[in-house]
Every structure is written in structure tokens, then in C-alpha cells.
């Protein structure tokens, strides 16, 4: 079964708007919640990721806020930007062992 | 500080030959992970190694997938007698040993196998 749940499914926002994608978790032994960025024909690159002792981390542009108790966690995306243009991927990973991915945002931002 | 390398960037195979996939991890990473992308689709673990040992392998098919972490060298990771399905994007993450507190994996730019 899915045990990260990602949406939506893709996504199109104007330039200088904010993007938001959601995920929803199952074990909560999970411990490690990052997001990834790729590109067609790349590989994953980290964005930004959280532990569940905190609420919220910021990086730039980028904040991920997190629900422990919803179990739940989010990308919002500041000022999109053309070059923002990617696929996104939440996932959740426990015990430094393998990351489980959601199903991936197709992130679309128009001029 | 090169990142994760991995090779070849694109293989052709032909059904029932064998493909095999290299990757050396980040400097000073000791642990590394393999996870296959089919088309239009997300990414799916496969197989978690150290240094001469395997930590995980729920993700692998039982038959012709085998991955290994030598002493010295690259991870390998080998298909046998492909078939079409095995066409995907494979990659291959690493991460640093675990007493440096870190969680972060690391992926590198992948292989695209493709079986004809």
C-alpha cells in the first residue's frame, strides 16, 4: 500500500504566485520527511527536508510546514519563478533506511 | 566535491541479455541505495547496501535482480535475462555514515535502461 499520499497531482501557478503541495503519512515511525525537485531527464536534487520535532523549516523560497499530529507535511513554494517548472516529490523515510515517495506534483508556472 | 556518479547514462539491452548498473557514492558516503523510476511514475525503492553487506532489500524482485557494495569499487546493480518491463530510469543515492547524524540521500543523475 501507499504510504505517502501526494497532491495534487500537477499543478500550474502564475509567476510571482505561491505553490502548495500536500502530503499525508500512515507510520508514524517515520522520521525524516524531505522533498526532492527534478527535472526532465535528472536525477532527484534534496530541496529542503524537516524532522517531526519541528513545525516548520525555511529555506529561501522554499518552507515546508509539518502536522505531527495530522500527520501531515507541505511544500509551499514563495514567488514561483518559470525555473520552478518540475516535477516535486514528498517522502518519508524512518530510521535512515529508504525513502518512500509520494506520487510526484508536476509543477507548472506560466510567465 | 563531485557528487554521485553513475554509469552508463543510457544502456541499450536486448531481451534476455544482462544490464549492469554502476555507482560510486559521494565522498566519504558509506551507505547506498538504489531506487527504479518507470515511466510517468514515481520513484521506487529497491535495494539499501553498506560496505560489503546489504541492509534492505524488501524492495527487490526475487529473480533476476542481484545489487553489491564491494570493499573497493562501485555498487553494482545487475538485471539478468532483461525484459521489456525492466526499461526504467535507475538511480542510485548515497548517504554518510551514520554517526555524522545525517539523514540526507543524495541522487545521482541515473541510468536509463532500456530492453528491446
Known sequence: ?111 | NAGVMQNPRHLVRRRGQEARLRCSPMKGHSHVYWYRQLPEEGLKFMVYLQKENIIDESGMPKERFSAEFPKEGPSILRIQQVVRGDSAAYFCASSPARDRGSYEQYFGPGTRLTVT
Request: proline share 6%; net charge positive; hydrophobic share 35%.
Open chain 1, 1 to 111: 500500500q501507499q504510504q505517502v499520499k501526494q497532491s495534487p497531482q500537477s499543478l500550474i501557478v502564475q509567476k510571482g504566485g505561491i505553490s502548495i503541495i500536500n502530503c499525508a503519512y500512515e507510520n508514524t515511525a517515520f522520521d525524516y520527511f524531505p522533498w526532492y525537485q527534478q527535472f526532465p531527464g535528472k536525477g532527484p536534487a534534496l530541496l529542503i527536508a524537516i524532522r517531526p520535532d519541528v513545525s516548520e523549516k525555511k529555506e529561501g523560497r522554499f518552507t515546508i510546514s509539518f502536522n505531527k499530529s495530522a500527520k501531515q507535511f507541505s511544500l509551499h513554494i514563495m514567488d514561483s519563478q518559470p525555473g520552478d517548472s518540475a516535477t516535486y516529490f514528498c517522502a518519508a523515510s524512518r530510521n535512515w533506511g529508504k525513502l518512500q515517495f509520494g506520487a510526484g506534483t508536476q509543477v507548472v508556472v506560466t510567465p
